[in-house]
Nanobody, 124 residues
Framework: QVQLVESGGGLVQAGGSLTLSCSAS????????AGWFRQAPGKEREFVGR???????NYADSMKGRFTVSRDKAKNTVYLQMNSVTPEDTAVYYC??????????????????WGQGTHVPVSS
């Protein structure tokens, strides 16, 4: 069972940047794809971006150009770099592992291990 721990959340001002980390135990990000999702108050969980085993990345259209997913194999950690944040980016951010379930990579049902989430409030 892969266990994930997110960190790096906290208050950030609009227009600022923040980097979230997701460290894994019981598995490696070299073996699995990893995704980032977020859930704002009163809203459904939505896809942010993901990184495949090969290092290829995909993003939700609204995140392209502002958010970057990367990976450090040596640290077994995946990152989400968030730039030019707005109050609409306020959410709990989750990382998750895709171990090959069928389905679209932007669907949360494709991911079978989740972290506890880290809260990112953006002030205006």
């Amino acid at each position: 069972q892969v266990q994930l721990v997110e960190s790096g959340g906290g208050l950030v001002q609009a227009g600022g940047s923040l980097t979230l980390s997701c460290s894994a135990s019981g598995g490696t990000f070299s073996t699995y794809a990893a995704g980032w999702f977020r859930q704002a108050p009163g809203k459904e969980r939505e896809f942010v971006g993901r990184i495949k085993r090969t290092g290829t990345t995909n993003y939700a259209d609204s995140m392209k150009g502002r958010f970057t997913v990367s990976r450090d194999k040596a640290k077994n950690t995946v990152y989400l770099q968030m730039n030019s944040v707005t109050p609409e980016d306020t959410a709990v951010y989750y990382c998750a592992v895709d171990r090959g379930r069928p389905g679209d990579y932007s669907s949360s049902s494709k991911y079978d291990s989740w972290g506890q989430g880290t809260h990112v409030p953006v002030s205006s």
